[in-house]
């Protein structure tokens, strides 16, 4: 089980999700999203995010386990009356409804007054920078401001829990950086608990304050992105987050201090871990951006492939046994670098995550 610190807003407890045919979207899920956290359910498409989402916010029932929101189970509670609110991928805004009344629209299904819809809808408008906008029609806004207005029909209503499922998937790149960041400003602004579903590792890493990493069904880490990106806990995780050099090599030595890894002719020190032994065969992650071109390097290769990233070059490394190695080495540092060059690069100690397996 992964625990938030307290108090807790949404605990997932021993969830399964078995939909007809036998299919298992989910296996024994449990989790505790703290009040006021930004949390990201992470993975490839199909490995039970969106499942997961759609069970907190009511839109499908489990298996087997429970749900709690604020304490309180929501087992067999519609959608409606849970202390949530979800926007969708697509949105779901009604194309005929101008945009005052679409983040109206749940506030004259409670029939509020009059005077309450209008404060609240300033006010909601005014929280994702709409003022102004109430009478346009919603087909008449570009893509960042329907998703503004997807934001505010969803926050009208003062939610404890805001569920949202890639809601900025289908933004270009440029929009969807500048959504990351107001959606993290706008989270820290209401203090609401936010649980986002992405496959992108960049929007998780740069917005969240803890991230639950998952695959085929089942969270396989859960921590800060400083933590699931520096202690990756399995092979899957290390390859899904950043970019990450995987070397297969077997255990020759180890002490108190350090583990000595043979590796394709390399030797590699990796930090211990209490549960290898020697002989064992074990996975080591290297991140691109570890490895340094110098001098006094551990290993020396032959540079095959040179790709500019802007402050970066990527540089295709193949080592005399044949292995090849990538590098993201600062612009500057490899301007003399092409790709016939012999190179001699190294890491510096603490660089290499031992995996096992």
Known sequence: MSLSPEPVAVSVRNVRKTFRGGVTALHDISLDVARGEFFSLLG????????????????????AGDILIEGRSVLGVPPYARPTNMIFQNLALF??????????????????????????????????????????????????????????????????????????????????????????????AVGATFIFVTHDQGEAMSMSDRIAVMDHGEIVQVGTPENIYNDPATRFVAAFIGSTNLLEGRISALDANSVKVDCAGMTILAAPQAAVQLGQPVTVALRYERLELRADGQVTGLVTDRSFLGNMVRLAIRLPTGLALYADIPAADATQVGVGADVTFGWAPGSPRLLAG
Not at 44 to 63: A, N, V
Not at 96 to 125: D, M, Y
Not at 128 to 155: D, H, I, M, N
């Open 95 to 188: 194309p005929h409804l101008n945009v005052f009344e679409n983040v109206a629209f749940a506030l004259r299904i409670k029939k509020q007054s009059a005077a309450v819809i209008s404060q609240r809808v300033e006010q909601a408008l005014a929280l994702v920078r709409l003022e102004g906008y109430a009478s346009r029609p919603v087909e008449k806004l570009s893509g960042g401001q329907r998703q503004r207005v997807a934001l505010a029909r969803a926050l009208v209503n003062d939610p404890p829990v805001l569920l949202l499922d890639e809601p900025l998937g289908a933004l270009d790149l440029q929009l969807r950086l500048q959504m990351q960041q107001e959606l993290r400003q706008l989270q820290r």
């Open 44 to 63: 490839p498409s199909g490995c039970g995010k969106t499942t997961l989402l759609r069970m907190i916010g009511g839109f499908e029932e489990p298996s």
